[in-house]
């Protein structure tokens, strides 16, 4: 019997050698035939248990001699994409390669002209929808569907993302900026305190704004407003089927209040993503529980939500403004007809076909609300990080802004005279370079599945073939760093790199918001950096009123890459439905908070308050650098994606002081004489 299984075992280890040498070999040689650069790797690097294993297989596999582990080792890990930026790309020689394993093949490119000719073929090119089933927790919806589906999806959801709703988005994120202020410096304003949360509160700014804007849901910022607070200013606090809904108690068949359930889904996100219903409903672990509570009590209420909704339709009460339930059920083929017809329907008759289910709907809503909210708290966290590491661009900031509005009280800021100028200048060249440096993900997946031939692409001058079924990454860290299609110039620091490897003889890898102004050459950009290109758009495309929007991902008056260089938002057919919302949200973010205050480092590791009030000039650049060292290593070597692209490990605290009230203004000038006194 022993022996029976021994054999067995033996037989099944051989199977498995054989399937995996076949398949590496059909691999191999499409890959030989494509005419595209490859490396081979002994594992896929997305195989489920390698991505579960692969730390520990990699603490050993380290130590193996230089020549047999380089290159293929780097590009075995799921994160390089990030840990390495252009260096493997440089190391190999071109912008465009192949991976090649016995579990499939994956091509990667940082090349703009390969992935504009990906993203205009969406259909050569489709997106792989198995990396996003994890999403359709609430139903399908316009991420996690291709094809016919996805158009259907598209054409029902594209419609409130107007220039004439994202007034509303501009209302609502000054509102929250003001308000997030005041929990950093009190009422009186001149309070001065560590900041530790700032990832945290410009998360909840963002589900803040997306949740008024979008779904009609007011929600208050805890320690400053209340419904107190609310009640005074005439507003009548209610539940999510209101359109004023505020942060109310638990009311009916909850265990909740709105506000707690979806800040706890998405403080539990991935353990609802990734585990099945029944198994987060029954393990007795309390994370689990708390996660399964929080997933069933917001489906409630934005099932709630929608029965409001169609209700309003049917009596005629609908709210105006940017409504984006009101925009699913209107999609879905629901109205004030339809909705009172259905109410007649006589028994054994069929109610009207929905073009989206009710399970589509609240999937489509929960992914708005989860993508809309995660990309501009990014962009608004680490804009505040750029800036206080850059004083010279934060003055340069502040000097923009007090030209755009004159000195006018927030209050008298008006959308269409004042969006467009922070549109075109340093505001919007400070969230354009903050996303070339950190954009919301590091891997735009799009494939070849499906496919029986391969696909053509032009690479570098010559044809090459794309094989069936491979995985295809677009590298936007690798692009947005790649020299030939940015300005650049010698780096600030030679001997102090950004990164070790990537971009070491040219300032690609740092934060130089002027880059994108073109009226303006900075000192460190050389005169030979990328042209400037203004790509016309094809009136003849085929966006089939998909609400593809083929206007620029930065304004007219800003530097303008060629297509397919610049990413943060994807580009195409698949394009970011809510680009301009979170642009809108961000720019009015930092126009509050830089129209009156400044963002320091906060150095309380290093020296108290009393220590840094007695110093000189000198040893307050001293310590401020220990504070920029450190923040500079986390946003380099403490950064993970799960969804998004966030700092993972520790955190950057700051200071916001009222301008005129900085205590490290000249840090940034006496960086030689620190440098100098170290070499002495």
């Known amino acids: 019997m022993a022996s029976f299984i021994l054999i067995a075992i033996l037989g099944a280890v051989l199977l498995y050698i054989f399937r995996a040498w076949r398949s590496f070999s059909n691999n191999l040689a499409a890959a030989k035939a494509s005419n595209i650069p490859y490396v081979i790797l002994p594992v896929y690097a997305y195989n489920r248990s390698w991505m579960i294993t692969h730390r520990f297989w990699m603490s050993w596999l380290e130590k193996l001699p230089s020549g047999w582990a380089i290159p293929w080792l780097e590009l075995a890990t799921p994160d390089w994409a990030w840990d390495l930026q252009r260096t493997p790309f440089v190391e ?40 996003y089933g994890s999403l359709d927790l609430y139903g399908k919806n316009v991420v996690s569907t291709e094809g016919q589906i996805w158009r259907q999806h598209r054409k029902i959801t594209s419609p409130p993302f107007t220039e004439k709703n994202n007034h509303m988005v501009w209302a609502e994120s000054i509102h929250q900026a003001q308000t997030m202020l005041t929990s950093w410096v009190g009422t009186s304003g001149q309070e001065t305190r560590t900041i530790t949360g700032v990832a945290d509160d410009a998360m909840r700014l963002s589900l803040h704004v997306i949740s008024r804007a979008g779904f009609g849901v007011r929600l208050l910022w805890p320690g400053v407003e209340d419904v107190h607070s609310q009640e005074k200013e005439g507003q009548k606090p209610s539940t999510p089927g209101n359109p004023s809904t505020s942060n109310v108690g638990v009311g009916g068949d909850h265990t909740l209040s709105y506000t707690s359930a979806l800040q706890s889904l998405l403080h539990n996100i991935l353990w609802v993503l990734l585990m099945p219903r029944f198994l987060l409903k029954s393990l007795p672990y ?105 004083l010279s661009s934060q003055r340069h900031l502040q000097t923009d802004l007090d030209q755009i509005f004159q000195g006018r009280p927030i209050s008298e800021w008006d959308y269409e005279r004042d969006s467009p100028k922070l549109f075109g200048g340093m505001a919007g060249a400070v969230l354009a370079e903050e996303l070339r440096l950190v954009p919301p993900v590091t891997l735009i997946p799009k494939s070849t599945f499906g496919k029986s031939q391969p696909q053509s692409l032009t690479v570098n001058d010559k044809k090459c073939f794309v094989p069936g079924n491979v995985l295809i990454n677009l590298s936007s860290i690798g692009v947005h760093r790649n020299p030939k299609f940015w ?33 303006e050459t900075p000192d460190s950009l050389s005169s030979t950096s ?151």
Not at 94 to 114: N, Q, R
Not at 488 to 507: E, K, L, R, V
Not at 568 to 586: D, H, K, N
């Open 92 to 131: 190999l020689g071109t912008d465009t390669f192949l991976t090649v394993s016995p579990g499939g093949s994956i091509l990667y490119t940082a090349d703009a002209s390969v992935i504009n000719q990906i993203t205009s073929r969406r259909n050569d090119f489709p997106k792989p929808i198995y990396l």
């Open 487 to 519: 300005p650049s110039g010698p780096p600030s620091d030679p001997a102090h790199p950004i990164h070790p490897t990537s971009n070491t003889d040219n300032n690609l890898e740092e934060f130089i918001p002027e880059r994108w102004l073109i009226s």
């Open 530 to 680: 990328a042209p400037h290109h203004h790509d016309a758009i094809d009136p003849s495309a085929d966006t089939d009123d998909l609400g593809v929007n083929t206007a620029s991902d930065t304004s007219a008056s800003l530097y303008h890459p060629p297509k397919g260089a610049y990413i943060p938002f994807s580009e195409g057919f698949r394009a970011c439905l809510g680009r301009r919302f979170a642009q809108v949200e961000v720019l009015a973010v930092l126009a509050v908070i830089f129209s009156q205050y400044s963002v320091e480092l906060a150095v309380d590791e290093f020296a108290t308050d009393e220590e840094v009030a007695q110093m000189s000039a000198e040893e307050k650049a001293l310590v401020w650098f220990k504070a920029a060292d450190k923040a500079r290593w986390l946003m380099r070597c403490g950064m993970g994606t799960i969804l998004t692209l966030q700092m993972r490990k520790g955190v950057v605290p700051l200071r916001f002081v009222k301008r005129g009230e900085e205590r490290f203004v000249g840090a940034a000038r006496a960086e030689p004489i620190i440098e100098a006194e170290a070499e002495a």
């Open 286 to 390: 309390s994370r689990t529980q708390v996660a399964y509570e929080a997933y069933v009590e917001w489906g409630k209420y934005m099932r709630e939500m929608f029965q409001a909704k169609k209700s309003e339709m049917a009596a005629g009460t609908e709210q105006e403004g940017m409504d984006l339930m009101g925009a699913l059920v209107k999609g879905a083929g629901m109205s004030n007809e339809t909705l009172n017809a259905s109410s007649s329907i006589e028994k054994g008759q069929s109610p009207p076909k929905q073009a989206l289910t009710d399970d589509e709907i609240i999937g489509n809503a929960f992914v708005f609300i989860l993508a809309g909210h995660e990309t501009a708290a990014n962009s608004i966290h680490f804009s505040l990080l750029n800036l206080a590491l850059n």
